[in-house]
């Protein structure tokens, strides 16, 4: 059984839209969270018809809809993935898109004292690309073919075509408003650095024709994880590596490292490295906090306050495709 609940107006994370349909859907083999869901479109549709004359309601109800959008409410659920759609769709619409967390060192880096230079008028950007100077610092990019999956607007993309000198750097991306933006912008790096359309879960690439994949705080957006992770392995050459950097919501369990680890190796992959990097993500946000005036947007202020209370986590991880053993 499935029921519509419409919204005149309804506030997707930061993205405020109209005439919004979600559908909730009975199902007697997940009894609890089926009422959770309905329990909350129940008080969405409340809150949104009573917010003008209880202004009390309105920071209730855009926590709500953000705690589901970040699974700390509801994690496996499907309203969380029409959420999720609605501001994906939304948001990649325009020329900026994601959340982009960003990374701050423990410590000064020296080599990396000029990226207050080159962005000094971009402190988010240049917090962003730190992630990717991170997750990249183990591994040899020079004249190799490199694949990123989910290049968003291409950014880092760009960055490390520009600083790691790749034979050839592929961005990829299922949004084709995103791909049109990266081909428009980076144009001038042609061809060493284009970008295709295409789903994580089904790359549109050859069998190991990638010594380099990296992925960086994309994946908790897609619903079939392990599948990604397949495909990675399989556009990978032998000995190929995997630059991941992302956040994950901490289940009881296994820790979010031991469940990452566990994909990664039935996948095939190897682990040569690891990090649990959530201080320097919550250190990212702190330094951006401070920049701008000691308040962050909702959704980073958020993930501020989660990331500072281990409910989300953040992981990077390098790992590698074994070779087959020489016959």
């Known amino acids: 059984m499935s029921v519509p609940f419409h919204f005149d107006h309804f506030d997707a994370v930061d993205h405020p839209l109209k005439n ?7 199902d007697a083999s997940r009894l609890s969270t089926s009422m959770s869901e309905l329990t909350m479109l129940v008080f969405w549709k409340a809150a949104y018809r009573l917010r003008k ?23 496996e659920s499907g309203l969380r993935s029409q959420i999720a759609r609605l501001r994906n769709d939304s948001q990649y619409q ?11 060192p423990d410590a000064p880096i020296p080599q990396w004292a000029v990226m207050s230079r080159w962005f000094a008028a971009a402190p988010q950007k240049r917090l962003h690309m730190q992630m990717y100077l991170k997750i990249t610092a183990k591994t040899d990019l020079k004249d190799k073919r490199v694949l990123e999956v989910g290049c968003g607007q291409g950014d880092g993309a ?26 428009t912008r980076y144009r001038p790096l042609a061809p060493t650095l284009v970008f295709s359309r295409g789903d994580a879960q089904q790359l549109p690439l050859k069998t190991a024709s990638f010594d380099v994949a990296i992925n960086v705080e ?69 330094e951006l906090r401070e920049l701008n005036g000691g308040r962050l947007w909702d959704e980073f202020e958020s993930l501020r306050d989660l990331f500072g209370r281990r409910v989300f986590e953040y992981h990077y991880f390098l790992l590698r495709k074994p070779a087959p053993p020489a016959s």
């Open 53 to 75: 004359r209880l202004p009390s309601l309105e920071e209730r109800l855009h926590r709500s809809i953000l705690d589901v959008y970040l699974g700390v409410r509801i994690p």
């Open 94 to 104: 325009t020329a900026g898109a994601g959340v982009d967390v960003g990374y701050a």
């Open 20 to 26: 919004v349909d979600l559908l909730w859907h009975f």
């Open 158 to 183: 760009g960055f490390l075509t520009q600083v790691k000198f790749p034979k050839q750097y592929v961005g990829v991306d299922l949004h084709a408003t995103q791909i049109q933006l990266c081909a």
């Open 218 to 286: 994309s994946s908790h957006s897609y619903p079939m994880f392990d599948t990604f992770v397949g495909e990675v392995f399989r556009v990978l050459v032998p000995d190929g590596v995997f630059c991941f950097a992302d956040l994950r919501k901490a289940m009881p369990g296994d820790s979010c490292e031991t469940q990452l680890r566990k994909q990664f190796e039935r996948a095939g992959f190897v682990v040569d490295h690891h990090e649990d990097i959530t201080s320097n993500a919550v250190r990212s946000l702190d």
